[in-house]
């Protein structure tokens, strides 16, 4: 197996993460590490959860260490843009981190909290500036910073960037950058609009990719359950009452909807606590500790709260709404199964959302266990689904039991559902099992037929 010291990075970097418990690299950090020492521009199609910022803070780390230079003024050597201020503020931490004994100067330019200090901080230069778009452009412009001296710039998720409407502000920032520089570019997604910013950005980059659907399909248990609408808040009472959670992160559409989830969620005496974008940078970051350290154990998000919330030992991920954006999907369940960990997401899906999760299913290239859970099974289903999908209704209990989905043997299985006892080599199947058989039967799939390795 490869290890740290394998990839050529130095000792007081490979000390470094033997303290922090990282024996090896994962895939982008293998694949990344190397091309980046040599210098070379890299993509990296990788989601939060692979290891990503270690991909470049390492071989970064390692370049400062091997070439000192003293700090001019308001400059920095390494530039990393990030589109959120949690985000940034964890890409700076890794830094520290993984630069403990190193020791690079660094600093931190987000909005959201005083510019002074950021600027100060800044006045005599740093190796390591982290920051987000907005607060960076307002600091070029009071010309508390200086980008010409940059030698590395870092995009880190570009997709984010471009769906937060950060694309225009990350073009004149680079417009100050010099032309001799080194870039790495990571995105989870490669969208068309994002493929035209890697020829623009990047000189003949090396592509590094851990897809998505790897990740997903490897690693997460996947479950849907069918619901009405009206009912959602009840199941997700129910959910998290019987699922044995450690850590759960709960997705909602909107951030009215994140409030209100959190408000029901306290009338059924469960504690919880909302994370978006109308609450203060302190408020934020004072849930974020409090769930980080275990003293809130449910939280509610949007998806855009949720970019760069970066909490190992998430065990269940919860879309209480399922994404318009498939992509999103896999983002968050990505939250889940971090660091080697296995994960559970579980999916409420109405009516309304059942194209959602055709696409869904479609990105990911399999399908989802799923248990119908509606009051009125409703017959006229859509053509790719077989009819015995939604018949079934199992209680709650069974539906929403950690022997589902993948637990297809092994022992702790539930007791199958009422009518769904089979036959077959492997003795009875949990009734969502059995379904997910029957179904991969139907679409001439195996479950979890494009399994792949990420890790
Ligand atoms: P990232 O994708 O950069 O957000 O990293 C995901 C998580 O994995 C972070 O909590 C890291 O601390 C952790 N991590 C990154 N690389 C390794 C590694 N090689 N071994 C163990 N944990 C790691």
Redo the contacts with the bound molecule.
């Keep these: 197996m490869q290890s740290f010291q394998a990839l050529g990075l130095a000792a007081p970097l490979v000390r470094a993460?033997a303290e922090?418990?990282?024996?090896?690299?994962?895939p982008i950090?293998t694949e990344a590490i190397p091309h980046v020492l040599a210098g070379r521009d890299l993509v990296g199609i990788?989601?939060?959860?692979?290891?990503?910022?270690?991909?470049f803070a390492l071989p970064i780390l390692h370049q400062l260490a091997a070439h000192p230079a003293r700090s001019e003024p308001r400059a920095c050597r390494v530039l990393v843009l990030s589109p959120t201020r949690e985000l940034s503020g964890?890409i700076l931490e890794?830094f520290r981190v993984y630069g403990r004994h190193v020791r690079p100067t660094t600093a931190l330019a987000i909005g959201g909290v005083s510019i002074g200090p950021q600027a100060r901080a800044l006045a005599r230069g740093v190796d390591v500036l982290v920051a987000t778009p907005g607060r960076l452009l307002d600091l070029m412009q009071s010309q508390a910073v200086r980008l010409d001296r940059v030698e590395v710039f870092v995009l880190d998720e570009a997709d984010r960037m471009l769906d937060m409407g950060f694309i225009r502000d990350i073009r004149r920032i680079v417009t100050r950058l010099p032309a001799k520089r080194q870039t790495l570019f990571f995105s989870a997604t490669m969208p068309g609009e994002i493929e035209a910013l890697v020829g623009q950005l990047l000189r003949d980059p090396v592509r590094v990719a851990v897809t998505p659907s790897a990740k997903t399909v490897d690693r997460v248990e996947q479950r849907v359950l069918l619901v009405d609408r009206a009912a959602k808040g009840a199941l997700l009472a129910d959910v998290l009452r019987r699922e044995p959670i450690d850590r759960a992160l709960v997705f909602t559409r909107t951030k009215r909807g994140a409030d209100r989830v959190v408000r029901g969620l306290q009338g059924a005496g469960i504690a919880a606590q909302a994370i978006h974008g109308n609450k203060s940078q302190n408020q934020r970051e004072r849930v974020l500790a409090e769930f980080r350290d275990g003293r809130v154990r449910i939280l509610i998000a949007t998806d855009i709260a949720a970019r760069g919330i970066?909490v190992?030992g998430i065990s269940h991920v919860i879309n209480y709404d399922l994404p318009n954006i498939p992509e999103s999907y896999v983002h968050r369940i990505g939250r889940t199964a971090?660091?080697?960990a296995d994960g559970v997401a579980i999916s409420f899906c109405d009516a309304e959302e059942r194209p959602f999760l055709r696409d869904i299913e479609r990105l990911i290239r399999m399908p989802i266990a799923a248990t119908d859970l509606r009051r009125e099974p409703h017959r006229a289903e859509p053509a790719a689904r077989p009819p015995q999908q939604h018949r079934h209704r199992p209680s709650h209990g069974r539906a929403n039991g950690k022997d589902h989905g993948r637990h297809q043997s092994g022992h702790g299985r539930a007791e199958p559902a009422r009518g769904e006892r089979r036959e077959g080599q492997g003795g009875e199947l949990s009734g969502v099992a059995f379904l997910q058989r029957k179904w991969n039967q139907g679409r001439g799939k195996r479950p979890n037929g494009n399994r792949r390795h990420a890790h």
């Design positions: 993460l922090e418990n990282y024996l090896t690299p994962t950090q990788a989601q939060t959860g692979t290891g990503k910022t270690a991909a964890q890794s970066d190992d971090r660091a080697g």
